[in-house]
């Protein structure tokens, strides 16, 4: 049985199940999520707790299975964690997995509570024998990261849990807004910049004033996260994660090959479309899955094909800049090359008008590139 995270709680009051799944690369709300399983099953007599770590190849399964098997005979309340780091338990694990999966099912989960950890799992993983043996066996639940549009939200039920506010109105919202960006990217300082508010203020509204002396920036970025920002034409974001990146020393090479794959893969999905193929299709043929899909959606009836050739070039202009290769024409730093390329192409998914050519973006006053 699948669950949202927010079901959570309201699950757990209602009985515990005896098998667990969760997957995700959120560590505070996994963390939080496990916890409340953990204290739910102590509650219920679960006093006992066995860890089994799957790391590498060597990991001994039959111990697993024969410490469950222990369990049942002896009928021990017991609370057992199963996490598997990589995400792939090999063939003898995933035979393992749906054999303990059948043992929760055959009586073990009224003695034994067990929480089986995973990092993000692809759809492929998610639909293999093993998971499907442990979801049907009990509770899964996805832990999703928090996406930045939702963020602010988030943040004030965080405050509002602790008895703090924001003002209300558009104040609040640009304080929130401000919040937001300060820890983009980073849930657990996110959380840990709230629990300091609440030591440091009482109960009752915050000011502006108050959150920007007191939050800390401890935004964290990644290529991926950029790239969506792109293409939802994000234009001020997209400036402010690059800062990031750079400061956070990330490859140049990397940001430019992820804003290039963007760029080729918009180039094929258009021409495919033209062709005569239906928009999802195309999508589907050039892995465009989850996220993107829907932002690509959007994003292809602004770019036009001139918009896009020229996108082509600059990319490829681009990729030289960042290998150390001068052109005339673009900035000699590959940072600012990779700040001009990424507005080329943000400005017109933003519906900025006038053409994204190699004259430069809008909000960039940088040397055009000749034609």
Not at 45 to 51: A, I, M, N, P, Y
Not at 201 to 227: C, H, I, M, T, W
Not at 228 to 257: I, K, P, S
């Amino acid at each position: 049985m699948q669950l949202r995270l927010d079901q959570l709680p309201q699950h757990l009051r209602q009985g515990l199940r005896g098998l667990y799944t969760l997957h995700g690369d959120e560590p505070l709300l996994a963390q939080e999520a496990t916890d409340a399983i953990r204290a739910a099953a102590r509650a219920a007599g679960h006093t006992e707790r066995s860890v089994y770590t799957v790391a590498g190849a060597h990991f001994d399964w039959s111990e697993l299975l024969a410490g469950a098997q222990a369990l049942s005979l002896f009928a021990s309340k017991r609370i057992v964690e199963i996490r598997i780091p990589g995400g792939k338990p090999g063939k003898e694990g995933s035979e393992a997995l749906q054999r303990y999966a059948d043992a929760v099912q055959g009586g073990l989960g009224e003695d034994v509570v067990t929480l089986v950890t995973l990092p993000r799992l692809d759809k492929a993983t998610q639909s293999s024998a093993w998971f499907s043996a442990l979801d049907g066996a009990g509770v899964s639940l996805r832990i999703d990261p928090i996406e930045r549009r939702v963020l602010p939200q988030w943040i004030a039920q965080r405050l509002s849990a602790q008895g703090q506010r924001v003002q209300a109105g558009e104040a609040g919202q640009r304080t929130l807004a401000f919040f937001a960006d300060r820890v983009e990217g980073n849930l657990l300082a996110t959380h840990q910049e709230i629990q300091k508010l609440g030591l440091l203020y009482p109960e009752g509204e915050l000011s502006f004033e108050q959150v920007e002396a007191a939050v800390l920036n401890v935004a964290r970025y990644d290529v991926f996260k950029l790239a969506e920002a792109v293409l939802a034409g994000q234009v001020g974001r997209v400036l402010r994660m690059l800062d990031g990146l750079e400061a956070e020393g990330e490859a140049a090479v990397l940001v430019h090959w992820t804003l290039a794959e963007d760029i080729r893969a918009l180039k094929r999905v258009k021409d495919a479309v033209a062709a005569g193929r239906p928009l999802p299709m195309a999508l589907r043929e050039n892995r465009v899955w989850g996220v993107k899909e829907k932002l690509y959606e959007r994003a292809l009836p602004r770019l036009t094909d001139t918009t896009l050739a020229a996108l082509l070039h600059a990319a490829q202009v681009c990729d030289g800049l960042v290998k150390g290769l001068p052109h005339p024409d673009w900035p000699a730093e590959p940072w600012q090359a990779l700040r001009r390329l990424a507005l080329m192409l943000a400005e017109p998914c933003a519906g900025i008008t006038g053409p994204a050519t190699p004259a430069g973006p809008r909000c960039l006053a940088l040397k055009p590139l000749t034609q």
